[in-house]
């Protein structure tokens, strides 16, 4: 078990990230791992790739891996497919809200088997979503894959597995109802 002072020493030791995710468990988790390197014979490094994220907003927005921009800067316009959904979450659809800003975004590389390079999440329960697919990103994961995954009705992580429709292909990404 940790005790305090050890959780206060990871988040201390871990803290200075120049040019890193500024997230409280990003500096625990590398401070964890230097304090492994140094009193216990780990040559564990912190991976700062694909790290989930969060803004706890009325309106949450949630992110892991790569945004668009920098997927087409890395690998080039032409190798990128973006899919993407306009989606209603059933809590809004109970209370009469407007979810015409709820939005899911997922950037893979375009040519099989179409790698997961990041995920965008803005809409109810984002970190959870987020924290939910993080994994899968961060072990190489592909669309297809993803799209084999049976999604959880009726939850809003079920839309990252309905993703379908790509920006290349300028259909609407209005979801409109349930499949």
């Known amino acids: 078990m940790q005790t305090v002072a050890g959780a206060l020493l990871s988040r201390v030791i ?4 120049e040019g890193r995710p500024e997230l409280t468990p990003t500096a625990i988790m590398a401070g964890r ?30 992110c892991v891996g790569l945004s668009e921009e920098e ?8 190798h990128v497919e973006v899919y993407h959904a306009h989606y209603k979450p059933l809590e809004f659809t109970v209370a009469g809200r407007d979810a015409s800003q709820c ?6 590389l375009r040519e099989p088997p179409q790698l997961v390079l990041g995920l965008h999440f803005l ?19 592909s669309y297809a894959q993803v799209m084999r995954t049976v999604g959880i009705h009726p939850t809003c992580s079920e839309e990252v ?14 979801v409109t109802g349930c499949g």
């Open 123 to 141: 809409g109810p329960s984002a970190g959870e979503v987020t924290q939910g697919f993080a994994l899968g990103i961060k072990c190489g994961a």
């Open 71 to 78: 997927a087409v800067a890395r690998h080039g316009q032409e």
């Open 161 to 174: 597995v309905k993703l379908r429709i790509s920006k290349r292909s300028g259909l609407d990404p209005t």
């Open 103 to 108: 939005y899911v975004k997922m950037v893979c």
């Open 33 to 62: 791992l230097l304090v492994q390197r140094l009193f216990g014979g780990s040559s564990d490094l912190m991976d700062y790739d694909n790290v989930p994220t969060t803004v706890f907003t009325p309106l949450e927005y949630g």
């Open 14 to 17: 871990g803290q200075p990230s």
